[in-house]
Structures are given as structure tokens and as C-alpha cells.
């Protein structure tokens, strides 16, 4: 968390030939954003996804299973993503629907220099697996099975 856009753009150096994504939650993403300048200044060619659900994700996600819900210091206010890349002469996509999505990816592809495609995400949507804090892999919380619904 808070390393993906660093670690890209030294990925991009070291791979200069090599199609580059960062894929970040909007909290992670925030923690370094100042990068974007870097990015632009440099005339790098990064692809930044961002999966915004307002929330820094993974502690949320701890305190959605474990702590009934109760949301302490894990809401958070985000920019707006598409006008801070916009800002450093970069460009902005986002994407709120799933048959969004091909467009957006291929348009950030073609793009010469960095892109940043904020993808607006349900708040409560988990990343599965997830292993619960002093227990073993096999305890691992897995993507519950979805029943079919009858028409």
C-alpha cells in the first residue's frame, strides 16, 4: 500500500519497452500521488488503475468482518482523479460501469504518456482470500459461492 506508483515508474526504467499498469485502491494510490509530476516531467508511460470505494480497503474490510461494521478512521475522501491527473497534463478516464471497461483499457494503452483510469467500485466489495489474524492458511475466509437466483 502506497507503493505501486513508485515501483512502476522504476519498472518503466528498467523495462522501458514493456506495457506497465499499477494497479492501486484510492487510498493507496493517494499516499503517492505527488508521483503523478514525476510521471509527467519525465514523460513516462505508466497505465494507473485506480479501484476507488471510498475506503481504505483492506482495513475496512477487517472491520466489515470482524468488527460488525463499525467504520473508525477507514471512510475516506478522495480527490477527484480524472481533473488531478488533468492537472499534471496527464490524462483521466473513469469508469463506472463494467462495458466501460474495454474502452477505457485500450484508450489508456494508445495513450503516449501516463494514464489514470479511476475505477468507481461498490464500497463493501471484499478481496478474497482472507486470512483472520492468528489463525492458519487453512482458515482462510474464501469468496463466498453466489446461489443462482430462480426467475
Known sequence: MGFALPAAMGARFARPNDEIWVVAGDGGFQMTAAELTTCAQEGLKVNIAI???????????????????????????SPDFVLLAQAHGLTGLRVTRREEIPDAVARARAEPGTVVVEFRVEQEDSVYPMVPANTDLRDMIRRPAFAEEDD
Not at 481504505?56 to 467504520?71: A, I, P, T
Open 51 to 77: 479501484i476507488n470505494n471510498g475506503y481504505l480497503g483492506m482495513v475496512r474490510q477487517w472491520q466489515e468482518f470482524f468488527y460488525n461494521r463499525r467504520y473508525v478512521a477507514t471512510p475516506l475522501r
